[in-house]
């Protein structure tokens, strides 16, 4: 990345002067950095320490993509966002952040869903990509995107207590289809809001994400590129694992087969299955469960959570984890009517697919919930 | 006993915390600790193999000693030091939390 012959004032050399009394970065690193065009996909728990310390190292064009609005359960973790903030788009209240940290810093905002329709042109304007996304199919999308664009994907995710991190470069070194070619069915992996994050994981891991940001920007030292680092935070140990390039990538291997963006909701929601039969999940909406149950239908409801969940709300009714059903499905009766649900209807509809795989075949999955149930027919439900 | 390292969602579902140990016989294979792995915790049948083809999910792979064993044949004996006890069996799954 060539440097601009960019001149700084002496607010912005006072501003970045421990940077530059260091050989390794210096007037032209930090040259470097101000003409550095990095995006960021997601202002959430990645997303918000990758956009602040790229700022405040002096990145001069930052772009953030976010359809979302502040949550107050992303305060937790999101730590770009307050109190004053739920209800604002998080590019919004992103952009107000970083220009408060740094006003010298270009902030591009994208109020928009990542797709296949606008991804090209969002990464044309900018030098690497960071992801910081909450789900596969932008993943998938933005691994691409980047591949595409000929373009560096810093990637990291995290769940519970552990973290990836690595450097997707397809023209240098491996991408995200030569690790994972496909992603896991729906349901297979919960996400955050099924299984839960520590709050600084996310923190630890953007720090990452923005470390392996500026050194791609200056050109120096090792880069996570082609290395995999596995974060475990509960015994703050870390590995480290190398990653090849496949050379049956269908998206960067010697013959490929993706040449453009595909509908990644589709090849997120259809592959991974192993058979039609078992992704179909019979399913009872919570206004429907309501209905029945008021209309004296004999019911079993059975919560598959944790129990630090089912402490926080929870139907009357059975409670087997979803890790103990195997050693406990003796406990349920085959020819009663049962409704499964967890946290949003994902756990369960495993549950269900399990249950009826071993001859339950009177199983429903309540979609959406405990939380379906709780925003749609009991509002006075404590949430999580 | 060899030493398994689960990714969290799967060692929920075993509902086991941490490190795992199984007991396998030799040859130390790739195929001969999922067996094992699933005999002990049924709920990870489906998980990291196909229940049909028994082939490994393309969304986990397998670490040993700092390398990709992956692509390598389930049949293939695996480093000393997982035999020993030296080293985990490593099963990395995607994850996409953000």
Known sequence: MAASATNFTNEEMLRYSRHLIMPEVALEGQQKLKAARVLCIGAGGLGSPVALYLAAAGVGTLGIVDFDVVDSSNLQRQIIHGTADVGRPKVESAAEKIRALNPFVRVRTFDARLSSDNALDIFRDFDIIVDGADNFATRYLANDAAALSGKPYVYASVFRFEGQATVFDAGNGPCYRCLYPEPPPPGMVPSCAEGGILGVLPGLLGVIQATETIKLVLGSGDSLLGRLLLVDALGMRFRELALRKDPDCPLCGKSPTIHGLIDYGEFCGIRGEETPNEAVVPEVTPESLKRELDEGRKLVLLDVREPREREICGLPGLFIPLGDLAERVHELDAADDTVVYCKSGVRSARAVTFLRGVGYRKVRNLSGGIDGWAARVDPSMPRH | ?98
């Open chain 2, 1 to 98: 006993m060899i030493r398994v390292i689960l990714p969290a969602h799967l060692s929920t579902l075993a509902r086991e915390k941490g490190e795992l140990e199984v007991e396998v016989g030799e040859p130390v294979t790739q195929r001969a600790i999922l067996d094992a792995l699933e005999e002990r915790y049924p709920t990870l049948r489906g998980t990291i193999r196909d229940r049909v083809t028994w082939r490994r999910r393309p969304y986990v792979r397998f670490f040993a000693c700092g390398r990709d064993l992956s692509l390598e044949s389930p049949d293939a004996p695996l480093p000393e030091a997982i035999t020993t006890g030296a080293e985990p069996f490593l099963v990395i799954g995607a994850i996409a939390g953000g």
